[in-house]
């Protein structure tokens, strides 16, 4: 019998429908199109890894880069680093080994970026167009970090399909993330997105009354332990 996670909030809480509305503003809705180069943005979310998959497979780009350093949290869900775990699955799922540049130290979305653009650089690649991919919640902190990191380049922000009740099922039952943990991860990216700018780490995105209303919702219900 498969255990429910016992942090879900009720469907039909305040704190769900707070958790709704940020997890909607996280996200950019971008089609993903034709770009030079796919790169994977390290995370501990294997399924990071399968959209580029897919995406290479699609025939969107020629190249990917699985980008990423190890830490206690990739070692416990993905066994490795990041860029590492990602380039095993990608050739898993069908991506050839030689469409695949791995960049292993990059410690936050800033790096992954930077560290990315040095890695292609070295091998004579100057992308115009890129299409990153990462964690559902993590679409418009991309793209803001970029637009200051790599500012030169066309960008498009993807990531898996999945709403958030079945993003959050996914990390129950694949990792044992419970939705406790993925909720405070995705309040603290909202604060970072907001924050970021100021420290010169971002460009500006809006703050819509309603996404302030249930972020402040959720840091008040005990989901703010990752704020900066």
Known sequence: ????????????????QAAQTVWAYHQLGQAPGPAEVIIALGCHDIGVADVAADLYLQGLAPLVIATGAENAATRRHLGTGEALAYRARM??????????????????TGENFTNSRDVLA???IKPRTVLAVGMPYMERRAYATCRIQWPEVDLQCVSSSAGLSEYLNLMWHRDAIPAETVLTN???????????PALGFAI?????????HAFRLLVDAGYGTKLL
């Open 122 to 124: 070295a091998e004579g």
């Open 186 to 196: 995705i309040v603290g990216d909202l604060d970072r997105i907001w924050r970021y």
């Open 1 to 16: 019998m498969m255990i429910e996670d016992p942090t879900r909030p009720a469907t039909r809480s305040a704190i769900w």
């Open 204 to 212: 500006e995105q809006p703050q819509p009354p309603e996404t302030l």
């Open 91 to 108: 050739i898993e799922r069908g991506v050839p080994a030689d469409a695949i540049l791995t960049e292993t130290a990059a410690r936050h």
